[in-house]
């Protein structure tokens, strides 16, 4: 939305809803402010924190330092899809390189990307926990083990 002088403008009547649903919200209950509010935006927009701050009285440092501390949160608007390659020990000993290129090929994009259209971004990550399954992609919250490259192709196919 652009708003008077050309500015973009964030409507808040999304992060007023939440506050409403959670009222009275305290310190404890920041994560899940968090997360509702990135649900509803798709990230966290500085306007909907400052409303966040303002309606709560939690200090808006306090709202931050928790959004930068926590990989879950963004800052800025974030693909519609991420995609998440792990490189951890055991997915990088069982071919973990190549799942990255199969996908960074299958995009046109790399690490820290997004496509054109804002539909996939690539994340490469530490590690996603289920060394069991190496390698591992994670689709959003969905996770796919021992993939192979030529997979690439059909998992993302179900996110179109």
Sequence with gaps: MVGPGGTDTVDLNPVRRVL???????HEH???LLQAIQADYGYLPREALAEASTS?????????????FYAQFYLEPHARHTIRVCRGTACHVRGRQAIQDAVDAHLGIGDGETTEDGRYGI??????GTCFLAPVVMVDHDYYGSVIPGKI????????
């Design 153 to 160: 192709p059909e998992i993302l196919e179900e996110y179109e």
């Design 30 to 32: 920041l994560i899940p």
């Design 56 to 68: 709560t009285g939690i200090p808006l440092s306090h709202l931050f330092g928790v959004a930068t």
């Design 123 to 128: 994340e490469t990550v530490a590690c996603l």
């Design 20 to 26: 409403d649903e959670m009222a009275p919200v305290r």
